[in-house]
């Protein structure tokens, strides 16, 4: 791989990696069971610098921001590549956000140009609010007939001639990337070159890719763990993503034969739906070969008790890696919480699943798996050059997570305050709970903050929820994560709650419960309430009448139980 | 020849009680899919390739994206019969 400690900015290491490995592959696409696109590093380039050119000749200039909001393909990486080489900040969005969302993060980060999937271009451009956006806008995929609202076409939208090369210094900033704030207080990240180049350095060295490495690219690209592993990483080692279009359990499970993946990131959705698949298939087996299979696993077993032998494993249990293509070394899960029992399975297969924990304000990773032996009861150990404390523990050790890093952001976009509280003293307060073992493995026991993963690995903030019920006909509402009101030491089956403060005489109808559930509909299933509390006194607030949220949240959590919620 | 919306409706309703094994009387176009067949995202989208199959027309994944409801996912296949 490169030395990144030769190299100032993303756009130089990626430039670097162009050059050095003109001739291997570095970008599969394939939409279901069809190959769409297959790129060399020299192909990429090719590409890429036209539409550089062409930014530039749009005055697209060093330190300008441009927005990426595609699905994960060739173009994502390509124009990524294209912004960096200008020089420009990257502002990588949630395809999975409604367009309204999605309008309000741009609204917020001012991207001189967004870079846009032609059917999410379609929902954005018929919202009145869109006339509002002065980004020049390229779209990607366009039908040839299509009416684009005075954006332009990707495909068309490129210059001949050498485009000039920008180069950063380790602190400007590389990207923009929003841990939430689609309704509530926007968290722009700002994530400098040195957070990345130092991430890459420290998971590469535990982890590390080669030239014919192929790295499976489902999770987005948009998310802090595909940036990381799904494009700068495999590319500074020329290494190659595939790309699939589809997240169909079939595709998934055949992507992985056909492209003989070495590595994927996945959440635990998706690694729990693979496991089914294969007990499934084991339970088919007749009793001889059941009891054969079960042998080898319990040999396999006690072989890899130390540590991960992926190669024996693969030699004792052909059969199950061939399902995988043959030529997997690891799953790779985070950002969610993962049944132990799910990652102890895979590892008795020979599959390791390197498990981790991180934030995107810490870039990607703060901890992972070295495997050394394999842990399915913690997140890791921290990676190179990550120092954790925890805060205030308790009797029991747990207390908050704290990070100091090459790592952490270097500020939220436009909120200085909340900067302040959100890194002291150089320390990043992570506002999740855990403790280290005696092996120097970091636990975690659930989180201080307001907030809930889903098992897709999606980060859903009461307050960005909140705005489906303006309007709803009580006195007041507020939303927690169930777990920030009941302090849990655990990190499964988590909830919103929507808490209902009654007008005077006002009684909870069937109306109001079917009004509640109607507009809990607007959001997709991951994002919904899932219960609601009747509270029958006003909520306290400040000056400025806002909740006062903690102060609510220690209120109910002292007068009531969970049992007080009723499931929607 | 183009097939009605209620037929397609109808036919989306019928293949989500057979492959999830939910009563079709139980079935209404404004269901939350999720709820009523109790399904995840992933569920959701092996319901698409059905759909697919049976209407012979292909629907990419985004198809789905932000639709919860049968109506809603009735209209989204009609667009493209």
């Known amino acids: 791989m490169l030395d990144l400690d030769k190299y100032s900015c993303l756009g130089e290491a990626l430039k670097a990696a162009l050059d050095r490995w003109p001739n291997e592959t570095c970008l599969i696409e394939a939409d279901r069971d069809r190959e769409k696109t297959r790129l060399t590093y020299s192909d990429f380039k090719e590409m890429a610098l036209p539409l550089a050119r062409a930014l530039q000749d749009a005055e697209f200039d060093p330190g300008q921001r441009a927005a990426i909001l595609m699905t994960n393909q060739s173009k994502w990486l390509i124009s990524a590549y294209a912004v960096f080489y200008c020089g420009g900040v990257l502002v990588p969005l949630d395809y999975k956000l409604t367009a309204s969302e999605q309008l309000q993060l741009l609204k917020h980060s001012k991207p001189q140009v967004l870079i846009i999937e032609y059917y999410l271009w379609r929902a954005m451009s018929q919202l009145p609010e869109c006339k509002e956006l002065t980004s020049r806008v390229l779209v990607t995929e366009a039908p040839l007939k299509a009416d684009l609202a005075g954006a332009h076409r990707w495909e068309d939208f490129r210059r001949r001639g050498e485009p000039q090369f920008h180069s950063r210094r380790r602190d400007d900033a590389a990207c923009i990337v929003y841990s939430s704030g689609t309704g509530g207080r926007p968290k722009g990240c700002v994530l400098t070159h040195e957070n990345y180049l130092e991430q890459c350095k420290a998971l590469t060295a535990w982890y590390p890719f080669w030239p014919g490495v192929r790295y499976l690219s489902i999770l987005p690209t948009n998310h802090a763990i595909d940036f990381m592993v799904g494009f700068i990483g495999p590319f500074v080692c020329g290494a190659c993503v595939v790309h699939l279009r589809t997240l169909r359990p079939e595709f998934v499970r055949d992507a992985f034969v056909k492209y003989k993946i070495t590595y994927a990131a996945l959440v635990p959705l998706i690694v729990k739906n693979l496991e089914r698949g294969l007990r499934a298939k ?19 077993k006690m072989l890899t008790k130390k540590n991960a032998k992926v190669e024996r494993s693969r030699k004792l249990l052909s059969q199950v890696h061939a399902g995988f293509g043959g030529e997997l070394q690891a799953l790779i899960t985070g950002g969610a919480f993962m049944e132990p029992s799910t990652m102890q399975f895979f590892y008795d297969l020979g599959v390791p699943v390197i498990n981790g924990y991180g934030l995107t304000e810490a870039g990607t990773a703060l901890t992972l798996n070295d495997l050394k032996p394999f842990r399915a009861d913690t997140v890791g150990k921290p990676l190179p050059g990550v120092e954790l404390r925890i805060l205030n523990p308790d009797a029991e050790g747990i207390g908050e997570v704290a990070a100091h890093s090459k790592t952490v952001m270097s500020h939220y976009l436009d909120d200085p305050e909340l900067t302040a509280a959100t890194i002291v003293d150089g320390w990043l307060l992570t506002g999740d709970l855990g403790k280290f073992d005696v092996d120097g493995h970091l636990q975690l026991f659930g989180r201080k903050k307001n907030m809930i993963v889903t098992e897709g690995g999606k980060n859903i903030y009461p307050e960005d929820v ?64 899932g219960g609601y509390i009747v509270w029958e006194k006003d909520f306290p607030r400040t000056a400025s009448m806002k909740i006062k949220r903690d102060d609510l949240a220690r209120d109910m959590g002292k007068a009531i139980d969970r049992t007080a919620v009723t499931t929607l | 020849m183009k097939m009605d919306s209620n037929k397609t409706l109808d036919d989306i309703l019928g293949l989500a009680s057979t492959h999830f094994k939910v009563p079709r009387e139980r079935l209404t176009p404004d269901d939350d899919f999720f709820k009523t067949l109790g399904i995840d995202s992933l569920q959701a989208l092996d319901l698409l390739t059905k759909l697919e199959n049976h209407f012979r027309v292909e629907l990419p994944d985004y198809e789905l994206q932000g639709v919860t409801d049968f109506r809603t996912l009735a209209e989204r296949i009609q667009a493209r019969l």
């Open chain 1, 282 to 300: 084991f339970a088919e087996l007749s009793p001889v070969k059941r009891f054969v299979l079960d042998r080898f696993i319990g040999l396999n």
């Open chain 1, 466 to 529: 909140e705005n489906a019920f303006d309007g709803l006909p009580v006195k007041e509402y507020c939303i927690f994560a169930a777990n920030y009101v009941w302090p849990s030491k655990s990190l499964g089956k988590e909830m919103l709650i929507l808490v209902l403060r009654l007008e005077e005489k006002q009684e909870f109808t069937d109306a109001l419960k079917e009004e509640i559930i109607g507009r809990n509909r607007k959001w997709p299933d991951f994002k919904r309430v």
